[in-house]
C-alpha cells in the first residue's frame, strides 16, 4: 500500500525568504508520480508541481521546485521568495502505476504561515 | 475556460437524511473523481469515473454511491448522514486515466455540515 508522510504540522517563514516543505513516501511500485497542491483557505486544491519517478531532473514551476531524492523515497517541496500569498495548506500527493493508479493518496499536510 | 464547478457550495443536513451533491469537469476531461477532507486530514478518495464506468473506490461503506452522466458531469449521494460525514467535498477531473500523470484538477468543494 502506499504511504505519505508529511511531519510539519505547521511551518512559519519570512516574506522573501525560501523555505522547504518535507514529504516522504512509501510504495513498492517503480513507477509512480509524486504531486504538490496549495490548498487556501478557501478549499480549493491548486496543482503546484509533479515529478514522476523516472524523471532525471527535479522538477520546477516558477517559485516551486521539488527536490526529488529517490533512494531515500523523499519528495521536498522548496517555495524561493516567500510572498503572504503564499500562506496555505500543502499536500504532498502520490499515485502509482499499478492496480491502484485509479486514486491519488493524500499526506496530512503542512500549513504554511508567511509573516510579513 | 471554466474551470471544476461544484455545487451546492455549502449544505447543512441533519443525520438519517440524504445529500446528492454535483461536480462538472473542465470540458474536455472524461474523468471524474471524489475526494472526501475531514477538518484537519488530506482528502481521501471515494470514487473514480471514466466515461460513465467506475474505475476505482476507495474504502467508505455502501451509503456512498455516485453516477456519470453522458456529458461527464457526475453526482456522489451519500444515504443515512451520520455525524461523521461532516466534511468538505472535492470533485476532481483529468483528461487521462490510469497514468502516473494523472493531472487532476479539483474543484472549490462543497462543504457537508451533518448536525
Known amino acids: 500500500a502506499q504511504k505519505i508522510t508529511q511531519t510539519q504540522p505547521g511551518m512559519f517563514v519570512q516574506e522573501k525568504e525560501a523555505v522547504t516543505l518535507d514529504c516522504t513516501y512509501d510504495t513498492s511500485d517503480p513507477s509512480y508520480g509524486l504531486f504538490w497542491y496549495k490548498q487556501p483557505s478557501s478549499g480549493e486544491m491548486i496543482f503546484l508541481i509533479y515529478q514522476g519517478s523516472y524523471d532525471q531532473q527535479n522538477a520546477t514551476e516558477g517559485r516551486y521546485s521539488l527536490n526529488f531524492q529517490k533512494a531515500r523515497k523523499s519528495a521536498n517541496l522548496v517555495i524561493s521568495a516567500s510572498q503572504l500569498g503564499d500562506s496555505a495548506m500543502y499536500f504532498c500527493?502520490?499515485?502509482?502505476?499499478?492496480?491502484?493508479?485509479?486514486?491519488?493518496?493524500f499526506g496530512k499536510g503542512t500549513l504554511l504561515t508567511v509573516n510579513p | 475556460d471554466a474551470g471544476v464547478t461544484q455545487s451546492p457550495t455549502h449544505l447543512i443536513k441533519t443525520r438519517g437524511q440524504q445529500v446528492t451533491l454535483r461536480c462538472s469537469p473542465i470540458s474536455g476531461h472524461k474523468s471524474v473523481s471524489w475526494y472526501q477532507q475531514v477538518l484537519g486530514q488530506g482528502p481521501q478518495f471515494i470514487f473514480q469515473y471514466y466515461e460513465k464506468e467506475e474505475r476505482g473506490r476507495g474504502n467508505f461503506p455502501d451509503r456512498f454511491s455516485a453516477r456519470q452522466f453522458p456529458n461527464y458531469s457526475s453526482e456522489l449521494n451519500v444515504n443515512a448522514l451520520l455525524l461523521g460525514d461532516s466534511a468538505l467535498y472535492l470533485c476532481a477531473s483529468s483528461l487521462y486515466v490510469g497514468q502516473t500523470f494523472d493531472g487532476q484538477f479539483f474543484g472549490p468543494g462543497t462543504r457537508l455540515t451533518v448536525l
Open positions: 500527493a502520490m499515485r502509482n502505476s499499478g492496480g491502484s493508479n485509479y486514486k491519488l493518496t
